[in-house]
């Protein structure tokens, strides 16, 4: 997404937050957080899967509008579940992405895989959101904000027992690597141009520590590729539009995962 839509997105996101402590204030949010049972681990189950497929449930995106307007989170993310999702990924967005949080909420007594709350999250009340809500990792993306903030975001998170996906999208964020997060996403679309491709991914992994627990973002459409991917050293691959965009997306992630595992 363009950067001024960036801008747009997170302005957006400092109006919600605000109205949503206004329901919840974030001491109820933390009293609520005490008798929840432990998350299951996203690095985890991405480093034993044959895959390393994380299925996205998405609705629409600002860059290519409506994917799926109608598309309901029970039907699908518990059969990404079944057809050997090594974790989800589900937005919560729901001006730019038309999700919910309630898209968590359905699904979380459903299923035992692990699951990324994807959103702007740029407010520690947003962390003890994401974990009341049934989150076992959240997403946290470089671009939106300092390293001093990030840093104590990424703290927050393991504190109360969330993972961290780290998002990047350039060089000049690299210096972000080293704040701890659990996982190292690198984002194959630009920010300013809206363009995607997952060359950037191999171009960038160079540059990054070598123990590093790297997620391929964005752009990723075939078998080939992401086994080219694996054989760089990268551990998981999360896919959104390229099965949302299908009538039945669990059957496409089924059928790429099949390509993938078989020689």
């Known amino acids: 997404m363009k950067k001024d839509i960036l801008t747009e997105i997170i302005a957006n996101k400092q109006l919600e937050v605000a109205c949503q402590k206004m329901i919840y204030s974030l001491n109820e ?3 609520m957080i005490i008798d929840l049972p432990k998350v299951y681990s996203m690095r985890t189950s991405i480093a034993t899967s044959s895959s390393g497929i994380i299925a996205e449930f998405k609705r629409r995106s600002p860059s290519k509008g409506w994917i799926c307007r109608n598309a309901n989170p029970n039907e699908v993310v518990p059969c990404y579940a079944l057809n050997g999702a090594s974790a989800l990924s589900i937005l919560t967005d729901r001006t730019y992405f038309g999700g919910s949080i309630s898209d968590i909420c359905t699904v979380r007594k459903k299923i035992k895989t692990p699951i990324l709350r994807k959103d702007f999250i740029i407010d520690e009340y947003q962390v003890y959101q994401s974990r009341v809500i049934g989150s076992d990792a959240i997403l946290l993306i470089a671009a939106t904000m300092s390293m001093e903030k ?5 703290k927050l998170a393991h504190q109360i027992g969330l993972e961290v996906l780290l998002e990047l999208h350039d060089e000049s964020e690299i ?11 690198i984002n194959n679309r630009n920010l300013g141009s809206f363009h995607t491709d997952s060359k950037h991914s191999f171009n960038i992994v160079k540059q990054l520590p070598s123990n590093a627990f790297l997620i391929s973002e964005s752009g990723l459409k075939d078998a080939e590729t992401i086994k080219k991917l694996k054989n760089i050293g990268y551990k998981g691959f999360l896919m959104g539009e390229v099965f949302m965009k299908e009538m039945n997306p669990p059957l496409a992630l089924k059928q790429l995962i099949n390509k993938i595992t078989t020689n």
């Open 175 to 185: 210096p972000y690597a080293s704040l701890g997060a659990d996982m190292l996403g």
């Open 29 to 31: 949010l933390q009293d």
């Open 150 to 154: 990030c840093n104590a975001l990424i």
